[in-house]
């Protein structure tokens, strides 16, 4: 290691010298596994890089496998874990042609041909044009393929992952590959920054290539004594060399091992034996420093968290590889670590945060605690505004007040101009510290009177936001804690326009969603009905999951919940479709099964590939009477008023859109008042870990359980704990009762000369039975208009129904002609009809025409008294 140091450290940049230092401390520190990843870390903090990469030829020498790594995981750039070493790669030419690659996303294919022309000395039969340290540009460009934007992909073809090895494409990043000072490994960097690696950054990579060195040998792991926390195993015979303290982490003394990696593994809990196999058998491993916690069974008490930290050693001379490490008791090395593995953490952690609010979060979690900062704010820079995602603490009165005074919502949102310190880091863009009683405006000194840090949050060449770390009482701030933050503040900042563009893309799809179902439910006459609907929280795919509530005429309300195949636009589509064409079909009039034939009619008649499911339930509010349809969806369930739950038994057809003869049978089904009626999604009772028939007795449980009273609460109930993998809709209905139920009489009309007349005289026989007499006129004026009407104009039955509740007669004469009556505008002393409307309008309160079954009706209502 003594190499690594360069001796012109005063004339390099403070960068690089500041490099130097942390890699000395690391060269001189005492042994431990994990180092090649702590080298790797400082690319990371130094070299602005993404990613970072220590490859070794493995085993068999042909290939490069990749032993270690830092940053952001290396699939995110479609790198792989092996590249053949006489393919095409950046790292088989760097090792190859001893000589450091750089590939940046600004070259094209002219500057490689004109490089290829000059001859700078590389391999005619590797296309490359190698960085021989003297030049600061491009340095290599990988042969003619290297096309601006193409980023890490070295030729001119769009094949991931290609059999000869090359890098697939990443467009927009700068690569570098640089040859370690032995014969067996490459360094491999990734960087975002639009200017690629800049001649301090390819200073600080040469150092870190440098650092790295040689893999240790097979026979440095045998040297002297076995210390007590270390272990040897070789990977041919299987035989373990272990201290004395590892052995007593798994319970052994040393007269009771056997000396075989079966008897160590025997004592360890069955679910973690996968992870440790990978380690123990040679074929899955490659030449590098491991990590991996594990569980060993205890005599008494719970399973012991054991840390194991190692290296494959490649065997030398024909000699077998060996694995050398350490085993230690994980819960004792839990809190701590350097602050690059917190980098590290936090790397991975934003890797898969999806959200802003989720980036925030994990930056937090990385840097509060090692920190120990009494106060962090994270914000995005909005035009001049700086919209603040995660306060910590939450607290209004833990902050100064110009940031209260803007307190709009869950959080703040400061303006900029208020703070030109805070404005000034943010233009030149880098990490500024302020120690304690440092001049800063107020809104700035009442963050950290003890000292503060900012850290503009870079992305693509502009700043995405800022973090603000304050302390109350005085802060000392290391070097490596200016490292720390400078590190975060670059992963944070790419992380933060990820999880920006997947927030809006999410809340498109949310009011994508939310316009394909009810803005709100309708009220029903003696029931009450909620709705709850949560979208999946996998991906941004919208579901197809629907209900609705249809009021219908005479009391009746039909209650529909159905489900499209596939999670996608087209099946979000569908879903509005079918929502709208059961509610058409169903206001024509027509009852359940037909409503429902002809909705699967109509999906067979559309062509497409999806099919749905659907439960149909019309409910006569008069009679407690409710008949439901089921095509290939869940029954619902009944809540009886005693609180006895039951699953509705009723018979179902096939889902929509699959057979166009098929049937759908109707189910009577007795309601009571106080019973409850409960149509649920598959999502709801759906799981891998349990079959329907387990989610069906659940949600039945949580039903029986729940208090009918509130069905806000009940739904929510239902709700809680559910998974979120696929759509869910529930809608529940609590059957009430009328409190005053409707008179209702009907009566044929029979197409004969005195029709007008016997239809007269029963309205007159049931107004006299319903002690109406005041108003009796009025109503058998409108009957005769209504019904002479029906049978001048159209064909067919005509038939006349009278209902009377809170003293409001409605009086109602179907048809089986679709038009409805036209009022006429204007009436001349020669015309011979079109009274009957005008004088339907005078003496009626409201009056009006709707669909029914094979026809319409038209009716109006006389306010009794008025």
């Known amino acids: 290691m003594a190499n690594v140091v360069s001796e012109g450290a005063t004339a390099r940049g403070a960068r690089t010298a500041q490099a130097e230092l942390a890699l000395r401390t690391l060269a001189h520190g005492p042994p431990a596994s994990g180092r090649a990843r702590r080298v790797l870390e400082q690319a990371l903090v130094f070299a602005g890089a ?41 790292t088989a030419q760097a090792l190859r042609l001893r000589r450091a690659v750089w590939l940046g996303p600004g ?34 460009h990988l042969d003619d393929g290297a096309h601006a934007g193409d980023g890490a992909y070295p030729d001119d073809s769009a094949r991931a992952a290609d059999a000869d090895g090359r890098q697939p494409p990443v467009n927009g990043v700068s690569l570098a ?55 040897r195993f070789a990977m041919d015979s299987g035989r373990v060399e272990a201290g004395d303290a590892v052995l007593a982490l798994f319970g052994l003394g040393r007269a009771g091992f056997d000396g075989r ?34 569980r060993v069974v205890q005599p008494h008490g719970p399973p012991r968290w054991l840390r194991l930290s190692a290296r494959l050693l490649p065997g030398a001379d024909g000699r077998p590889a060996r694995l050398a490490g350490a085993v230690a008791d994980a819960s004792t090395l839990r809190s701590g670590g350097t602050d690059v593995a917190r980098i590290q953490r936090l790397a991975a952690a934003l890797a898969t945060a999806g959200t802003v609010r989720d980036v925030s979060q994990a930056v937090v979690t990385a840097l509060r605690e090692p920190l120990r900062a009494d106060r962090i704010a994270l914000a995005e820079l909005e035009n001049d505004r700086l919209v603040f995602t995660v306060l910590v603490p939450a607290a209004p009165a833990s902050w100064p007040d110009l940031w209260r005074q803007e307190w709009r919502a869950e959080w703040p949102d400061a303006p900029v101009r208020a703070m030109p310190t805070l404005a000034a880091a943010l233009r030149e863009g880098r990490t500024r510290i302020w120690p304690a009683g440092a001049a800063l405006e107020p809104a700035l000194a009442g963050v950290g009177p003890g000292g503060l840090a900012v850290l503009p949050l870079p992305a693509g060449g502009r700043t995405a936001g800022a973090c603000l770390i304050g302390w109350n009482a005085p802060h000392d701030f290391g070097p490596d804690e200016r490292a720390l933050l400078t590190a975060a503040a670059g992963l944070a900042g790419q992380a933060l326009i990820r999880a920006h563009a997947f927030d809006a893309e999410h809340e498109l799809v949310g009011m994508l969603q939310r316009t394909l179902l009810p803005r709100r439910l309708p009220r029903l006459p003696g029931a009450e009905a909620v709705a709850r609907y949560l979208p999946a929280t996998a991906g941004l795919e919208v579901g197809g999951d629907w209900y609705d509530v249809i009021p219908l005429p005479d009391n009746h309300a039909a209650l529909v919940i159905g489900d499209v195949q596939g999670h996608n636009a087209g099946a979000a589509t569908l879903m509005g479709q079918m929502r709208t064409a059961l509610r058409a079909y169903a206001a024509e009039g027509h009852p359940p099964d037909v409503v429902v034939s002809h909705a699967n009619r109509l999906l067979l008649d559309m062509e497409t590939d999806l099919f749905a499911t659907c439960s149909y339930v019309d409910v006569d509010m008069e009679a407690g009477l409710a008949w439901c349809v089921r ?29 166009a003869e098929a049937e759908f049978p109707m189910t009577p089904l007795r309601l009571r008042p106080g019973a409850v009626l409960a149509l649920a999604t598959d999502g709801l009772v759906e799981s891998p870990e ?143 009809g079109g009274r009957g409307v005008l004088l339907v309008e005078a003496v009626s309160g409201a009056w009006g025409s709707l669909p029914v079954s094979g026809g319409k009706q038209v009716w109006c209502e006389l306010v009794l008294g008025r």
């Open 261 to 294: 990696v079966e008897t160590l593994l025997a004592l360890t809990v069955p679910e973690d034996l996968p992870a440790l196999m990978s380690v123990v058998e040679a074929d899955h491993m490659t030449v590098g420093d491991r990590e991996l916690e594990f």
């Open 107 to 140: 070259e094209s294919a002219a500057r490689a041909d004109a490089d290829a022309r000059a001859g700078n000395g590389a391999h005619p039969d590797d296309g490359t044009h190698a960085d021989d340290g003297a030049h600061a540009g491009v340095g290599a």
């Open 631 to 659: 095509a290939g969806h869940l029954p619902p369930l009944l809540r009886r008023p005693d609180g006895r739950v039951e699953t509705v038994e009723a018979e179902g057809g096939p889902p929509l859109g699959v057979l």
């Open 177 to 231: 590959a640089l040859p370690l000072p032995g014969p067996n490994g490459c360094l491999l960097a990734v960087t975002e920054s639009p200017g690629g690696f800049d001649a301090e950054d390819r200073a600080c990579l040469e150092l870190i290539a440098g650092a790295l060195g040689y893999p240790p040998s097979d026979e440095t792991a045998d040297a002297g004594e076995l210390p007590p926390d270390a272990f």
């Open 690 to 832: 349990a079959d329907l028939d387990e989610g069906m007795n659940r949600f039945a449980e949580g039903l029986a359980a729940a208090d009918p009273g509130r069905l806000g609460p009940v739904a929510d109930a239902l709700l809680t704990g559910a998974r979120r993998d696929d759509d869910i809709a529930l809608l529940l209905m609590r059957y009430d009762g009328l409190a005053v139920r409707p008179l209702r009489e009907s009566w044929t009309v029979w197409r004969v000369p005195e029709a007008v007349r016997h239809a007269r005289r029963f309205t007159r026989r049931v107004l006299r039975t319903w002690d109406v007499t005041a108003d009796a006129d009025a109503a058998l004026l409108v009957v005769s208009e209504l019904v002479t009407n029906a049978l001048v104009h159209t064909e067919g039955q005509v038939r006349l129904d009278l209902t009377l509740v809170h003293r409001r007669l409605r009086i109602a004469v179907a048809d089986t002609s679709p038009r409805a009556p036209v009022k006429p505008t204007s009436i001349g002393w020669e015309a011979t």
């Open 50 to 90: 993404a990613f970072a990469g220590l490859y070794f030829l493995g085993l068999s020498g042909d290939t490069l496998l990749l032993a270690e790594s830092a940053g952001v995981p290396h699939t995110l750039y479609g790198l792989r874990e092996d590249y053949p070493l006489a393919g095409g790669a950046a």
